[in-house]
Nanobody, 129 residues
Framework: QLQLAESGGGSVQTVGSLNLSCEAS????????MAWFRQGLGKEREGLAG???????SYADSVKGRFTISRDNTKNILYLQMNSLKPEDSAMYHC???????????????????????WGQGTLVTVSS
């Protein structure tokens, strides 16, 4: 069973940056898709970004141009570089594995339907104005 552990969250001011990491207990570059989602207090889960086995990526409109998903295949670590942060980005951030996903274009629809196979406990991001 794959285990995921996020880190890198914290408190920043508006337009600041953070780089989140997700360490996996196994190989991630050859399994389905990997993704990031967030959940703010009292809000629904929001899919943010995904990456498939070919390294192709997809992003939600709310973060496109500001966030970048990437992975280190040798270390089995998934990253989310977040720039130009806004107060509305404050949330718990989670990484996830979607085993049946074959294309980055499927990530956001899969997450919207709750089709996540594994996810971590999350790391908290707080952005103050």
């Amino acid at each position: 069973q794959l285990q995921l552990a996020e880190s890198g969250g914290g408190s920043v001011q508006t337009v600041g940056s953070l780089n989140l990491s997700c360490e996996a207990s196994g190989v991630i570059h050859s399994r389905g898709c990997m993704a990031w989602f967030r959940q703010g207090l009292g809000k629904e889960r929001e899919g943010l970004a995904g990456i498939d086995i070919h390294g192709l990526t997809s992003y939600a409109d709310s973060v496109k141009g500001r966030f970048t998903i990437s992975r280190d295949n040798t270390k089995n670590i998934l990253y989310l570089q977040m720039n130009s942060l806004k107060p509305e980005d404050s949330a718990m951030y989670h990484c996830a594995a979607i085993d049946l996903c074959v294309s980055a274009t499927q990530v956001l629809p899969f997450m919207a339907r709750g089709h996540l196979d594994t996810w971590g406990q999350g790391t908290l991001v707080t952005v103050s104005s």
